[in-house]
T-cell receptor, first 113, second 112 residues
């Protein structure tokens, strides 16, 4: 089946710890995106990548890092510099053209211990 | 920058009622997308609109691309409990990329 997978579904982070959220797609999409969603809030763009080996900061990139070494994978690292990491994280992909539909993964909920 | 204003923010309705929500932009859009997010899941595309004045249906859902190209509407007829969730409108960002701008969402609750 074609789609986007995110793992894990739930993730716990200790203070001062970096954690990495996985996002994989087999839709052959060029572009991938990471969003953060807080309770009762909309989607805020963290990072996006239009093509392999290239990525751009979104609206709230501070405290996060990404890599795009493979077309199908776009992992997000939540670093210790992100002081309020508790949120629902959504990964999406698209063909990357203007106005193209983005397809979302099931999300990862990150909680701080 | 571009913004999307979605209203209402939330709705609490009785099963069987019809629902209307809308989205307005400060600038012209060439595409309007409507997504639904079930609790604890990722958003799923409901309807995509590509032409001013376009009216598109998907089952009990109907969406329209406003003639001014600055707004869009989503209607749900005869609501059922599984319609519960957050509905987002989205449109292309101003840059020449695949970025989307999302509205803040309309949270729908349906009372059986």
């Amino acid at each position: 089946d074609g789609g986007i997978t995110q793992s894990p579904k739930y993730l716990f982070r200790k203070e001062g710890q970096n954690v990495t959220l996985s996002c994989e797609q087999n839709l052959n999409h060029d572009a991938m995106y990471w969003y953060r969603q807080d309770p009762g809030q909309g989607l805020r763009l963290i990072y996006y990548s239009q093509i392999v080996n290239d990525f751009q900061k979104g609206d709230i990139a501070e405290g996060y890092s990404v890599s795009r070494e493979k077309k199908e994978s776009f992992p997000l690292t939540v670093t210790s510099a992100q002081k309020n990491p508790t949120a629902f994280y959504l990964c999406a992909s698209s063909r990357g053209q203007v106005g193209e539909t983005q397809y979302f993964g099931p999300g990862t909920r990150l909680l701080v211990l | 920058g571009q913004q999307l204003n979605q209203s209402p923010q939330s709705m609490f309705i009785q099963e069987g009622e019809d629902v209307s929500m809308n989205c307005t932009s400060s600038s012209i859009f060439n595409t309007w997308l409507w997504y639904k997010q079930d609790p604890g899941e990722g958003p799923v595309l409901l309807i995509a609109l590509y032409k001013a004045g376009e009216l598109t249906s998907n089952g009990r859902l109907t969406a329209q691309f406003g003639i001014t190209r600055k707004d869009s509407f989503l209607n749900i007829s005869a609501s059922i409990p599984s319609d519960v969730g957050i509905y987002f409108c989205a449109g292309p960002g101003s840059s020449n990329t695949g970025k989307l701008i999302f509205g803040q969402g309309t949270t729908l609750q349906v009372k059986p």
